[in-house]
């Protein structure tokens, strides 16, 4: 059935909280307005004021008590509104869900997910744009997930909501009104940590994920008219990774393009670029690794600019010919 | 700073309709698509920020919220570069880099609008910290939301301020909502002021859409804080007019409620007093009125003669 | 749970004197440097702690602070477990990877002690709405100190458990101090309890030194908390005798200042109500220290001859 | 003169209050108590307490007064005192202080330096040990630091405090106790954004920083006895990141270990992979790029168990040993 990555995030609610009533959801404005960005419109008619609930403008505690229920048997899911505000809720996050069940010994378990938007490209500037996903990805504990496509979106969400560990369910602003076809059976469940190779080829690789897979799979068409042949390989979870399913295309194609949003140092694509610097794809690879990623700059308002700083589809293309035709 | 009380409420009344021109055409362009990103327009506020700042010394700081625009208006403002910075201009307050959210103008004492809910809070304690290390007899005023007064950065902020004894009257601005959250699903309390007693500190409640009200007990207020008395909270009852940002159904409140607030609309108010106080004619006031309009316009036209910042500036200014 | 006051005093008076002895053994240890890390002793604090504890019903919930050993006893624990938690071994309730502030029996209902001043908060909070969501009828009793309820998380969770009217005891054990700084130098009001009308809650001010009294006014409010009065704000008055961990000087109080408050010391106090109001008998009050200096030491016997955990183990546990 | 690495912070901060009036301390038990690690002990006693600043335990607002402060015209030193909970300031240091002047059209500075200190090795468990530099060094605005010798932080120190811009000052815990020579001249400034090689050799370059880089020179002098020359290069300041002098150094010596405390995945020194893996000195690397590591674990509470999380000098010398003599 086709239909918006929105809405496949919904449907992947939905369908957990019909089947298992232990889940439920938490965030701003997530009941009767439906959520900042109407992703879960129509689940307060559904599932009433117990199970949607409306919260205080209270980041910290949304993530806090979502923890708390967690461990003592609920499998709440906590929508912060923007990424940008997970930075109040980070003691909660980084401090206590990811640690709770290492610290104890393995005598807790604490199955939450915390959904947010990310990125820029929606005009909102410097504290409503970020893509701050390398954070969490740095935090033993947390597991990590950003979807690209409404498919993905459904069968990684419910993967996360039956995790019985805290995943950050990191959704992608300017991908909610994107359409796709997504499978409509209720035991659709794409498990965390396997990559998808969303398009085969031999010249090179390019790692992406979220925003700028897209941008990333039009490069590759408009480079294939041009003889380049891309296999483009989303990881879809960050954490865990498939390191395998990279590896080996690098292994095959013996070049690396990797793209993200987030801005450059830092970002989590230079993770995977040192993984596969000391992996055994290293004496693969016949040139430099090379990465695409967001400008270092907070994100600017004025909407030229606020283009300007993450990769285009141009740059992509362009980047992808340079390497496999060995210019630098 | 006022030769006469007519001077007064002449600059009140023009500061009124700058931010509601000024906002009206705001609503214009994004219903229009013309503008970029969203907005959170303050429209039925007006009394209540404009009358406030006013209170304050020309050199006193505030900082400023998402929902800014009649705050910044109020504190005084150069209306060209703020319109410009809506349109993402490069002579705009922040060269196009902040719009809507970050209007800012340090130098005059205006610390920014702030994306962040209660993002304000800590960066106000911490102005109001260096008014008293360097003795300067200013205040600072923090404007915020009944929804930021839930944030943590509230109760950090009014405790320090207190424990400190700082400068500064933390105003929230209590419209009744959080986006779509009703005050009384988000907290358990009629009066916001209450909270003063967690912290020792003082507690008012005003009627914010009276600009002359405002404006009198805030001046009282405000002398009180600057004489070394220590922080105040003090609660602006007021209302907004339009959906919380660009796109809101309202589905939360009904046309009924916002009617009624209508009725108490701040200009018309303010514009009544006036007149039964024989303060200003209705001539003067309307003349007020047309010339603010057309500031407006004037305003949008300078906007649109800007340029856009160069692609190059992209990369300016992250570090100084 | 017990068959008559005698028992549950009984009852009382072992589970202080194991935190007692617990830490004064810990404290030996500290000393000497045979424990790693550090540890915040609650000494003077036990009646505070233990009296609130069981005023719960066994099934009840809590989450404990940095300075919790008397509240995990208070609770009921282990004390082998807990011993050898404390010396890193793999019986202990954490398999040697969370020590002193870490202590967690979540079968039973400790969710933790926490590193993080007022980090319990939220996670209260969240256990309190499974509570409420899956209507087991069980309360949850949140430990901080004076120096946490200054914390942004103080605030947000008690609002938010106020508007959902979750079954939670949020409890402060003031003890004058957060690490150095004494309460006046940290918030300007005189009782902490007073936070509560910020949140539409009750507040409720004891003595914190007095188990008898704490208990009888705790099983009083936990009753209404259990019948789905919503939260409550509850201020133990209380006092640690020795540092705020394992260095520290304390020159921020005076001896006297110390010495004045082990005149009311809350083992002492109870002793006396006992034999006063012919409970127990002096002889069976000492009876009951002996036995539990025993079991002390047999706890440390326990955790010496436990095994340390083995390194393959550092990699466990991670994930569920 | 000999002092310890936590007199060196304080002899810088003296210097300054000294030099500047509006330069001030701010942060929990920094006054009387003289810091929970004793950094400031006496500085109350000589600036009295308008100067240093005992506040309530709030780290939001520490950082959110911090910045404040700053943009009014303060150069305040605020201390989060241990790292972990710089997790409850993330707001006020990312979304406020970073990007503030960029917001606001380059119009305001916010001279602040931001002291925490990092690292287990004290027994204090999850919630007091981490390492968290990677975090901020993907957050453009803030500049970040990390000391490993005295005499680094004291001159590296007085820069950040006469920086214009919000400092992250990341202080090594188990570092505090360890002694070197200082320099005593008042105007001693080491500028931010410029490395060290703190040992010159021609095999293999290891770049290091903070606590491990002691250990690193250990295994270094001790792989020397064994004829192996290793260059070690310390970045000092993460961001702003010397990144010729690392590029310089694989050129000559074609193989780069890399070792720090943090955990592995998403860790800085995963940047560094990927900035020397996308540089011109790709074409010299002989063999992958190694990063030493802490596990993808939270800190343990035993000691035997923190000790074995973090990469220990035998592990760091076998490691030089294998990749000179190119074992795998
Ligand atoms: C920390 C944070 N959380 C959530 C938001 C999204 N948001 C923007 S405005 C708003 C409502 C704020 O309510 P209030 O403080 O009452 O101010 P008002 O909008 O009514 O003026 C929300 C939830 C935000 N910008 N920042
Ligand atoms: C978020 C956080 N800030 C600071 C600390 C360091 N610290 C540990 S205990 C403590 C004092 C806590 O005071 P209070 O809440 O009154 O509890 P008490 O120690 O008196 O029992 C401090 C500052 C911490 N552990 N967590
Ligand atoms: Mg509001
Ligand atoms: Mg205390």
Tied chains: 1, 4.
Excluded at chain 1, 57 to 66: F, K, N, T
Excluded at chain 1, 299 to 321: C, F, G, M, Q, R
Excluded at chain 2, 165 to 182: A, D, K, R, T
Excluded at chain 2, 249 to 254: E, G, P
Aim: glycine residues 10%; negative net charge.
């Amino acid at each position: 059935m086709e239909m918006t990555y929105k809405d496949a995030i919904k449907m992947a609610m939905v369908e957990e909280m019909r089947r298992d009533e232990d889940v439920f959801l938490m965030g701003e404005d997530v009941g009767l307005y439906g959520g900042a960005f109407g992703v879960s419109v129509g689940m307060f008619e559904e599932f009433g004021e117990d199970r949607v609930r409306d919260t205080p403008i209270s980041e910290a505690v949304i993530a806090g008590a979502a923890c708390g229920a967690a461990v003592t048997g609920m499998r709440p899911i906590a929508e912060i509104m923007f990424m940008d505000f997970t930075t109040i809720a980070m003691d909660s996050i980084v401090n206590q869900a990811a640690k709770m069940r290492y610290m104890f010994g393995g005598k807790a378990k604490v199955p939450m997910v915390l959904r947010t938007p990310g990125g820029s490209g929606t005009g909102a500037a410097a504290q409503h744009s970020q893509s701050l996903e390398a954070w969490f990805c740095h935090v033993p504990g947390l597991k990590v997930v950003v979807p690209a496509t409404p498919k993905d979106a459904k069968g990684l969400l419910k993967a996360a909501i039956r995790d019985d560990n805290p995943v950050m369910f990191i959704e992608q602003k300017t991908l909610y009104k994107t359409k796709g076809e997504v499978p409509e059976e209720d035991d659709f469940i794409i498990p965390l940590g396997k990559g998808e190779i969303k398009r085969e080829g031999k010249d090179i690789t390019v790692v992406s994920y979220g925003r700028m897979l897209p941008r990333v799979l039009e490069a590759a068409k408009k480079a294939a008219e041009k003889g380049i042949d891309v296999e483009v390989v989303d990881p879809r979870t960050l954490v865990p990774l498939d390191k395998e399913m990279i590896v080996e295309s690098v292994k095959k194609t013996g070049k690396l393009l990797l793209v993200n949003e987030a801005v450059k140092t830092g970002g989590y694509i230079g993770e995977i670029a040192a993984m596969v610097a000391e992996s055994e794809a290293f004496d693969y690879l016949d040139s430099p690794i090379v990465r695409l990623a967001g400008l270092d700059v907070p994100v600017p308002y004025n909407p030229e600019l606020e283009a300007a700083i993450v990769p285009s589809e141009e740059k992509i293309l362009d980047t992808l010919i340079k390497m496999v035709r060995k210019e630098r | 700073m006022f030769n006469s009380k007519k001077e007064l409420y002449q600059e009140m009344y023009r500061r009124m309709n700058q931010a509601r021109f000024f906002e009206e055409k705001v609503s214009y362009f994004f219903a229009r698509g013309m503008v970029h990103g969203t907005t959170h327009l303050s429209v039925g506020q007006e009394a209540s920020s404009v009358g406030a700042c006013m209170a304050l010394r020309p050199d006193d700081i505030i900082t400023s919220t998402h929902r800014g625009h009649s705050q910044v208006i109020g504190k005084g403002i150069d209306i060209n570069k703020m319109m410009a910075e809506l349109l993402g201009k490069y002579t705009g307050y922040c060269k196009g880099k902040g719009g809507s959210m970050h209007i800012a103008d340090v130098e005059v004492g205006n610390l920014g609008a702030n994306g962040v809910v209660g993002g304000g809070h800590g960066i106000a304690t911490g102005a109001a910290l260096t008014q008293k290390m360097k003795n300067t007899g200013k205040v600072v005023l923090c404007f915020f939301g009944d929804g930021a007064s839930n944030e943590g950065s509230f109760h950090e902020a009014l405790n320090l301020a207190s424990v400190w004894n700082l400068p500064i009257i933390f105003y929230c601005e209590n419209n009744l909502y959080g986006m779509s959250v009703p005050q009384d699903k988000a907290m358990n309390i009629k009066d916001i002021a209450d909270r003063a007693k967690s912290y020792g500190i003082k507690g008012y409640i005003i009627d914010g859409n009276d600009a002359v009200g405002v404006h009198e007990k805030m001046s009282e207020i405000i002398d009180g804080v600057r004489s070394g008395n220590g922080p105040v909270l003090v609660e602006s009852k007021t209302y907004r007019y339009l959906g919380h940002s660009k796109s809101d159904a309202q589905v939360y409140r009904t046309k009924e409620e916002v009617n009624s607030w209508k009725e108490r609309d701040p200009l018309k108010i303010f514009k009544n007093k006036m007149v039964d106080m024989n303060i200003m004619t209705i001539d003067e006031l309307e003349k007020i009125e047309r010339e603010t309009k057309q500031e407006i316009e004037d305003a949008v036209d300078f906007a649109n003669n800007s340029e856009n910042p160069p692609i190059e500036s992209v990369t300016d200014d992250v570090y100084a």
